[in-house]
């Protein structure tokens, strides 16, 4: 995470002397990329309910100064002004809003299915491909608001705490919003400390499936299931590992698509939190300036007479021909699984090193909050075993376990993974009449390979083919980091792709993340069963 970003504040955090009616202190951050001094200005008052134009003067919402906030000490909000205008910092407002003038179905969905009653940034975003926004409204309502194990309050704490893990403040805010009308009890937003046992103990099964999910064992299973007054039912624990693993991959979405916060300041709670975005002005110009290869090298070395997408047209081609010409041997499948598993390990590290970068601005929702994701296949380390996709597929044993657990669930997961899975308009970019098949099945199976799950069908030799190394960074940025992810890698690769793919593209990864935690969660639960 860019150290010149701020997060929402936990209500406890906020600071300011309660005795003065108006204050103001000033405080310095430097963006790491462009090593710009940011100035915060904290200014604390009382007694008013502000809305956006009465904080600031119009002109001044969308000006990109310097990152500015502001706390209201009494209803203890954080106000942040994004640094673009339109639900996403990274793709034009105009793209998306014209998109959705021209989608009737789009506010059909919201409509009936929308949590908040409302058409929020991320709905905006994701409406560039309605069939898959119906999927999505539809499962995420169904494990938020229908008939389930858990009480409601008691959902959108889960989502609260699962969106903590990588400090995605956007979803937080939502959720306290959620959490509130829902009947929680209020005092629970100061922080785990606050909240019943039972809810603390979902913390190391929570952190396990954040950052490192082939830790999940049976034995955390059956720690949370024991006897006792604070014990978890198994319908109860699959209905809360469902919402932790959906809110962990939509930070990764919400993050990768540059969502702006809701710009509606309007709130009835005490507790509303709104972010300061994720970007510097530098990342806005694009040229924040990281020294590193990663973003500008070119593995295949293409010539400036041949673009990059025809020239990964062209590999598509050659790929399908050989793959018709002769299939590699298992051996060479083994062996190519292992060298992508191994290279991605030099993926990312070599910008951000190993360093955990944490704020204090959403640590009451956090424990452990140094834990995070460390490569499956760690140099030095003793290497675990690998996760063969056919000894627990999501398909013959995950999909059945859910359903069985916490009804209907699984129906509704399954027709998400499979809709982003097979979603396709047969284009890429300017070109028509394309079988992107290929290169959808390599972005979801490079993601399930940083987890360390292996499909012994698929010729890891594709993915090094397909995914040029800029992808590559934005790909385990966006899903093992996502709270560090730029506009710069979002700019950096397929450059002459339209934003709906690249969309597209964020989907693929928010999917593939979701079902790679569910597969040892669920594997996990079958072991205690068994």
């Known amino acids: 995470m860019n150290k010149g970003s701020s997060a929402a504040s936990c209500p406890s955090s906020v600071p300011g002397d309660g005795n003065n009616s108006s204050s103001h202190n000033e405080c310095r951050r430097v963006c790491s990329n462009c090593r710009k001094v940011l100035r915060q200005v904290l200014a604390c008052v009382y007694g008013t309910e502000y809305s956006w134009d009465k904080v600031l003067p119009s002109e001044a919402l969308h000006s990109l100064d310097d990152t500015q906030s502001i706390w209201h000490m009494e209803k203890k909000i954080r106000v942040s002004l994004p640094l673009t205008r339109g639900p996403s910092a990274f793709i034009p407002e105009k793209e998306v809003m014209q998109a959705n003038s021209l989608n009737e179905r789009m506010h059909l969905l919201v409509e009936e299915y929308s949590t908040s009653g409302r058409l929020d940034n991320i709905t905006q975003v994701m409406s560039l491909h309605t069939q898959y926004l119906e999927s999505f409204l539809r499962s995420q309502f169904y494990m938020l608001r229908m008939d389930g194990p858990l009480p409601l309050p008691y959902r959108h704490y889960i989502a609260i705490m699962a969106a903590a893990r990588h400090q995605c403040s956007y979803l937080i805010n939502m959720h306290v919003d959620e959490f509130l009308k829902t009947g929680g009890i209020p005092e629970w937003l100061n922080g785990l400390e606050y909240v019943p046992q039972r809810l603390k103990n979902l913390n190391e099964i929570n952190k396990l499936l954040a950052h490192r999910p082939w830790l999940v064992s049976k034995e955390h299973i059956q720690k949370l299931v024991k006897t006792g007054e604070n014990n978890w039912s198994l319908p109860e624990l699959v209905h809360a590992v469902v919402l932790l693993a959906h809110y962990h991959a939509l930070a990764s979405f919400v993050f990768g698509s540059g969502i702006n916060p809701e710009r509606d300041l309007n709130t009835s709670n005490g507790y509303r939190l709104i972010s ?52 590699a041997s298992q051996e060479e499948m083994d062996t190519r699984f292992e060298k992508e598993k191994t290279e991605s390990l030099l993926v990312v590290n070599e910008v951000f090193g190993d360093e955990i970068v944490s704020t204090a601005d959403v640590s009451c929702y956090v424990e452990d909050p140094g834990f995070g994701y460390k490569d499956f296949a760690r140099r ?143 594997r996990a639960i079958t072991r205690h069963l068994t």
């Open 380 to 522: 030095g380390e003793e290497h675990l075993p690998t996760f063969r996709a056919q000894d627990y597929t999501w398909e013959n044993h995950g999909f059945s376990l859910v359903n069985r657990l916490y009804s209907d669930i699984g129906h509704l997961l399954d027709e998400k993974f499979r809709m982003v899975y097979n979603l396709t308009y047969n284009t890429m970019a300017t070109h028509e009449d394309v079988d992107t098949t290929m290169l959808r099945r390599a972005l979801f199976n490079y993601v399930h390979c940083m987890f360390g799950i292996r499909y012994d069908d698929y010729d890891y030799g594709e993915v090094n083919q397909l995914l040029e190394r800029s992808l590559k960074v934005y790909i385990k940025t966006v899903t093992c980091y996502p709270e560090r992810t730029t506009k710069r890698m979002y700019d950096s690769y397929w450059r002459q792709f339209k934003h709906s793919e690249k969309v597209h593209v964020n989907l693929l990864l928010m999917e593939a993340r979701m079902q790679a935690e569910l597969l040892y969660a669920l």
């Open 276 to 327: 300061v975005n994720n970007f510097c002005v530098c990342d806005l110009a694009n040229d924040n300036n990281i020294e590193n290869a990663s973003f500008t090298s070119n593995n295949f070395g293409i010539s400036d007479t041949l673009s990059e997408l025809e020239a990964l047209m062209d590999r598509m081609k050659r790929l399908q021909e050989e793959k018709e010409d002769e299939e």
